[in-house]
T-cell receptor, first 109, second 115 residues
Framework: GEDVEQSLFLSVREGDSSVINCTYTDSSSTYLYWYKQEPGAGLQLLTYIFSNMDMKQDQRLTVLLNKKDKHLSLRIADTQTGDSAIYFCAEKDDYKLSFGAGTTVTVRA | DAGVIQSPRHEVTEMGQEVTLRCKPISGHNSLFWYRQTMMRGLELLIYFNNNVPIDDSGMPEDRFSAKMPNASFSTLKIQPSEPRDSAVYFC?????????????FGQGTRLTVV
């Protein structure tokens, strides 16, 4: 079965880096994802990583994958107020996406 | 493309009434998903269609829930009769590749309140 876990809250000062952590259990996951949800909106894909990669960088976003420990992290550099949202980690096995509970990121001035 | 379109955005109904949620996937996408989001249970996959055929409905809570996809551009999720515990945000998502694709695009969701 799938079980994705994340910390629930993160508070960060504007301009600092945010790091959101996630652990998953399904070793057969092919892709791992980070989605962002703003209030009243649907989920927006931020980035994803193939399970055979260790790192992926996309502008301010860096994803690190430790497959041995089944640990995924998302680093947001130079965090802005617009980054305040809920961030979901998800793993994909075949067609099914299994989501974590989401980490609420609050950016303070 | 306008993205995945869901209607209505908000629905308030009385317990026992029938509720129908609608979804128009992105044109050309052949996979469609219905998810439910609640504070207690997070995001749960209810049902997955591929090429209009239900492939996995193991997440459908009970017989009160049913979903259809009569064609590639339309899907419905029906709850009959509705109960207060069905109150949640229901998301539809679509993707383009066989077996679910790389990215699932989500609609804005329907916030359902059953009183």
């Amino acid at each position: 079965g799938e079980d994705v876990e994340q910390s629930l809250f993160l508070s960060v000062r504007e301009g600092d880096s945010s790091v959101i952590n996630c652990t998953y259990t399904d070793s057969s996951s092919t892709y791992l994802y980070w989605y962002k949800q703003e209030p009243g909106a649907g989920l927006q894909l931020l980035t994803y990583i193939f399970s055979n990669m260790d790192m992926k960088q996309d502008q301010r976003l860096t994803v690190l994958l430790n497959k041995k420990d089944k640990h995924l992290s998302l680093r947001i550099a130079d965090t802005q107020t617009g980054d305040s949202a809920i961030y979901f980690c998800a793993e994909k096995d075949d067609y099914k996406l299994s989501f974590g509970a989401g980490t609420t990121v609050t950016v303070r001035a | 493309d306008a993205g995945v379109i869901q209607s209505p955005r908000h629905e308030v109904t009385e317990m026992g009434q029938e509720v129908t949620l609608r979804c128009k996937p992105i044109s050309g996408h052949n996979s469609l998903f219905w998810y439910r989001q609640t504070m207690m249970r997070g995001l749960e996959l209810l049902i997955y269609f591929n090429n209009n055929v239900p492939i996995d409905d193991s997440g459908m809570p009970e017989d009160r829930f049913s979903a259809k996809m009569p064609n590639a551009s339309f899907s419905t999720l029906k709850i009959q009769p509705s109960e207060p515990r069905d109150s949640a945000v229901y998301f539809c998502a679509s993707s383009s590749e066989k077996r679910g694709g790389t990215e699932a695009f989500f609609g804005q969701g329907t916030r359902l309140t059953v009183v």
